[in-house]
C-alpha cells in the first residue's frame, strides 16, 4: 500500500495508532467511504462488518482482507461513537488526516457509502464493493484475491 497509505497511520475503534505499510502489506484492500449520520452507510456498516468478520476475526485461516475507513463524518468523536458502535476490527485514517479528502478525490467518492476495493498500488480492483458484498456476499472475495496477485491459493 506504498502508493495510497504508505508512510500514515492508522487507528484502531480503540484508539491504538498502527502503522498502514505494515498493517496492509499483502491484503487486499477495502476502502470504506461512510459516515454515522447517513442511513446507507448505518444500513451497510453491519453487513461490511459480518463479512470482514467471516473473513479475518472467525476464520481459522485469516483472509488477507482490511478495511479501512475513510469517514465523512462532522466530528472526530462522531466518527469514533460510529467506529465503536457499528464497525468491526477493522482500521481508520485519522479524522484530522487531511488525507481523506484527497483519497476521495482520487476514488471519485461522490456519494456514500461507498466501498472501492483496491490493490497494494493502489489500482481499483472495483468501486462497487457494497453492491459485490450484497449480492454475491463472500464469495466476491476471491475474485478480489486473484485480482490482486496476492495469495493465489486462498480460497472461501
Known amino acids: 500500500m506504498v502508493?495510497?497509505?504508505?508512510e500514515r497511520h492508522l487507528v484502531t475503534c480503540k484508539g491504538a495508532t498502527v502503522e498502514a505499510e505494515a498493517a496492509l502489506q499483502n491484503k487486499v484492500v477495502a476502502l470504506y467511504f461512510a459516515a454515522a449520520r447517513c442511513a446507507p452507510?448505518?444500513?451497510?456498516?453491519p453487513l461490511l462488518c459480518d463479512f470482514y468478520t467471516?473473513?479475518?476475526a472467525e476464520a481459522r485461516r485469516p483472509a488477507p482482507?482490511?478495511?479501512?475507513?475513510?469517514?465523512?463524518?462532522?466530528s472526530?468523536?462522531?466518527?469514533?461513537?460510529?467506529?465503536r458502535e457499528l464497525h468491526g476490527a477493522w482500521l481508520a485514517l485519522p479524522f484530522h488526516d487531511p488525507y481523506r479528502h484527497e483519497l476521495r478525490k482520487r476514488y471519485n467518492v461522490t456519494a456514500i457509502p461507498k466501498l472501492v476495493i483496491v490493490k497494494q498500488n493502489g489500482e481499483v480492483i472495483t468501486n462497487k464493493g457494497r453492491k459485490q458484498i450484497r449480492e454475491r456476499g463472500l464469495a466476491c472475495f476471491q475474485d478480489?484475491?486473484?485480482?490482486?496477485?496476492?495469495?493465489?491459493?486462498?480460497s472461501v
Open 3 to 6: 502508493d495510497i497509505l504508505g
Open 41 to 45: 452507510s448505518r444500513d451497510f456498516t
Open 54 to 56: 467471516a473473513l479475518v
Open 65 to 74: 482482507f482490511e478495511v479501512v475507513f475513510v469517514s465523512a463524518d462532522g
Open 76 to 83: 472526530s468523536q462522531e466518527m469514533l461513537d460510529f467506529m
Open 144 to 154: 478480489w484475491v486473484e485480482a490482486a496477485d496476492i495469495f493465489q491459493n486462498f
